[in-house]
């Protein structure tokens, strides 16, 4: 799999941040189903990593009001947002802008590890799930919500038969997901699946939306030239099978909802 570039991906974050909330529906719906499933009692301290514009951090806010909350983003302009999201609801968080992939605190800080749609975006995520592994607490419960294979089947299938070369992410398949969180040393690990299909009137639509959340492709041996119009107009050709019969175009999201307990 290959690896992701971590400069250029801060870079498509920090651009898209003033703007996130309003193209990221699906992101929204997401961490609100993985704020819904999560049922950690007793929560005294928080991690929420790659916290975005905040939407999971405030909810943390509001559902453990005593509790010692940090935000961890790696794009300096998404904490920003989410410490605007705070002070609109008159709560606070410790904003901490570093790497997920390298966890700047001491072993067993939190009680509570939540992330969503984030950890897909590792190098490794068995070692970084490792780290987290190591910042929870005894019995501290990991939440975490992630796309797997088959996530923008119809971008990929378009554009591989256009020119083979990589424009989107690769992603696990779940039982590989799960074996992946075991082998950090979780246990009891329970997995919720789910399909999102985001319908578009236009394929190019399609693209616009994933570049405006910032959710462009990351990796390091992507193309680095341009996508040539004509190029472009292929992918816009190949995607027209996937047309449905309200004419709109369909790109599916699989989705998984992880839990797992120290």
């Known amino acids: 799999m290959s690896s992701y570039d971590k400069r250029k991906s801060r870079q498509s974050f920090d651009r898209a ?4 909330d309003k193209s990221a529906a699906l992101q929204q719906q997401v961490a609100a189903k993985l704020i819904a499933l999560q049922s950690k009692e007793g929560v005294q301290s928080v991690l929420d990593i790659g916290c975005g514009t905040g939407q999971v ?3 943390m806010c509001v559902d453990y009001p005593q509790a010692n909350i940090v935000a961890l983003d790696f794009a300096e302009r998404m904490l920003l947002e989410t410490e605007k999201r705070l002070s609109v609801i008159n709560k606070s968080a410790t904003l901490v802008c570093a790497d997920a992939e390298c966890l700047p605190f001491v072993d067993e800080s939190f009680d509570l590890i939540i992330s969503s749609l984030m950890l897909q975006w590792s190098n490794d995520l068995t070692q970084n799930l490792t780290h987290i592994h190591r910042c929870l607490m005894g019995k501290g419960q990991l939440a975490f919500s992630t796309f797997t294979e088959g996530t923008l089947k119809e971008v990929k299938a378009s554009w591989k038969s256009v020119d083979g070369l990589v424009h989107t992410s690769d992603f696990m398949g779940v039982d590989t997901l799960k074996q992946s969180v075991e082998a950090a040393g979780f246990r009891n690990v329970q997995i919720h699946q789910e399909t999102i299909v985001s319908l578009y009137p236009k394929v190019r639509e399609v693209l616009m939306d994933m570049k405006r959340i910032g959710a462009s492709n990351a990796h390091s041996d992507r193309s ?10 292929a992918f816009e050709s190949a995607y027209e099978i ?16 992880v839990f797992g307990e120290k």
Not at 224 to 233: E, I, N, V, Y
Not at 243 to 250: E, G, I, L, T
């Open 17 to 20: 941040a003033h703007r996130y």
């Open 57 to 59: 951090t405030a909810a």
């Open 242 to 257: 996937f047309k449905q019969a309200d004419m709109n175009y369909p790109c599916t999201w699989e989705l998984a909802y």
């Open 224 to 233: 680095k030239g341009l996508t040539g119009k004509q190029r472009f107009a």
